[in-house]
Nanobody
Framework: QVQLVESGGGLVQAGESLRLSCAAS????????MGWFRQVPGKEREFVAG????????DYADSVKGRFTISRDNAKNLLSLQMNSLKPEDTAVYYC???????????????WGQGTQVTVSS
């Protein structure tokens, strides 16, 4: 069973950058397409970005296209999200998990981690 630990969040000003990391335990990380999701209180968790098992295919929510870049290192069991030109509306708790790239929904195969808080001030 893969376990996921997110890190790298913090408090930044609008226009600044952050890089989130997701460390996965277990030997099957490379078997899954992976994604980043985010959630704000009172709202459903939403898809942010996804990447195929090999890393050759990526997809993004319209709200982050051109600003965020998802990547993965299967040798290190590591998923990353580079976030540039951050906006106050990017404020949320960010989570990583497995994903169906076509539907942009999590597979539900792996439990959610604790997430990492990103706060962008105006």
């Amino acid at each position: 069973q893969v376990q996921l630990v997110e890190s790298g969040g913090g408090l930044v000003q609008a226009g600044e950058s952050l890089r989130l990391s997701c460390a996965a335990s277990g030997r099957t990380f490379s078997n899954y397409a992976m994604g980043w999701f985010r959630q704000v209180p009172g709202k459903e968790r939403e898809f942010v970005a996804g990447i195929s098992r090999s890393g050759s295919i990526t997809d993004y929510a319209d709200s982050v296209k051109g600003r965020f870049t998802i990547s993965r290192d299967n040798a290190k069991n590591l998923l990353s999200l580079q976030m540039n030109s951050l906006k106050p509306e990017d404020t949320a708790v960010y989570y990583c998990n497995t994903v169906f790239l076509l539907s942009k929904a999590t597979t539900g195969l792996i439990s959610w981690g604790q997430g990492t808080q990103v706060t962008v001030s105006s």
